[in-house]
C-alpha cells in the first residue's frame, strides 16, 4: 500500500491553463504538505497543513490555492500556469505538527509538471 | 536559506562505510539535525534525526560533535542502492510551525 500517494504522475499542459494536482495519505497523520522542486533541485516548502488548517505558506504567488478537505487529502491548485511553474511538485505528511521533536516526514513521489 | 554545509559529491566503494559531513555552525541550543535522501526520481526519504546525543537506526548512525556545529551521517555498509543526493537539515521553529528548508545535499555515488 502506498504511505502518500500524488496523481496524476506527469502533468503536461498550456501556458494560462488551470490546474490541479492531488495527494492523499493513508497514514494517519495530521500535518500535510506542498513542496517545489525546481530543475535545480532545490526543493523548498511551499504550504503545509495540520488538520486541515494552514499553518505555513510561504511567498508563494496567490495563484497557488491548497485545498485541504480532510486530514488526509492536500491538493494543490495553480491557476494561470507560467513557464516558470515547471517543476517537480512533492507532497508529504507527518504524524505530529511541524514544532514537535519528531516531525518525521513522508514524501509522495512526485508530480512533474511541464508547462508549455 | 539552508544553515548546512555539505560537500556537493562523494564516492564510496560498496561495502564500505560511508560518512557523510555536514557542518551547521549557526545551529541553535534547540533546533534538531535530520538527514534526508533522495535517490534519483523519488520523493526524499528520512534516514535519521537528532539534538545533542548520537543516534542510530536501522538506516544508519548519526554522530554529532559536542559543541553541535557539525555532523556526520554514516552507512555502515553502502550498498548501490545508497546511491542518492543525502540532505543534512537543520530543523527551524518559528513558534508555532518548524520548517525543513533542504539545501544542495551531498550526491553520494556508491560504486563496485
Redesign the interface.
Known amino acids: 500500500d502506498t504511505a502518500v500517494s500524488q496523481t496524476p504522475k506527469y502533468l503536461v499542459t498550456q501556458m494560462g491553463n488551470d490546474k490541479s494536482i492531488k495527494c492523499e495519505q493513508n497514514l494517519g497523520h495530521d500535518t500535510m504538505y506542498w513542496y517545489k522542486q525546481d530543475s535545480k533541485k532545490f526543493l523548498k516548502i511551499m504550504f503545509s497543513y495540520n488538520n486541515k488548517e494552514l499553518i505555513i505558506n510561504e511567498t508563494v504567488p496567490n495563484r497557488f490555492s491548497p485545498k485541504s478537505p480532510d486530514k488526509a487529502h492536500l491538493n494543490l491548485h495553480i491557476n494561470s500556469l507560467e513557464l516558470g511553474d515547471s517543476a517537480v511538485y512533492f507532497c508529504a505528511s507527518s504524524q505530529d505538527p511541524p514544532y514537535t521533536s519528531t516531525d518525521t516526514q513522508y514524501f509522495g513521489p512526485g508530480t512533474r509538471l511541464t508547462v508549455l | 536559506d539552508a544553515k548546512t554545509t555539505q560537500p556537493p559529491s562523494m564516492d564510496c566503494a560498496e561495502g564500505r562505510a560511508a560518512n557523510l559531513p555536514c557542518n551547521h555552525s549557526t545551529i541553535s541550543g534547540n533546533e ?1 539535525v535530520y538527514w ?1 535522501r ?1 535517490i534519483h ?6 534516514i535519521i ?1 537528532g ?1 545533542k546525543n548520537n543516534e542510530t537506526n536501522e538506516m544508519a548512525s548519526l554522530i554529532i560533535t559536542e559543541d553541535r556545529k557539525s555532523s556526520t551521517l554514516i552507512l555502515p555498509h553502502a550498498t548501490l542502492r545508497d546511491t542518492a ?1 543525502y ?1 543534512c537539515i537543520v ?1 527551524v ?10 539545501g ?1 545535499g551531498t550526491r553520494l555515488q556508491v560504486t563496485l
Open positions: 534538531y534526508y533522495q526520481s523519488q520523493g526524499p526519504q528520512y534525526h539534538l543526493v540532505y530543523r521553529d518559528t513558534g508555532t510551525a518548524s520548517k525543513l528548508t533542504f544542495t
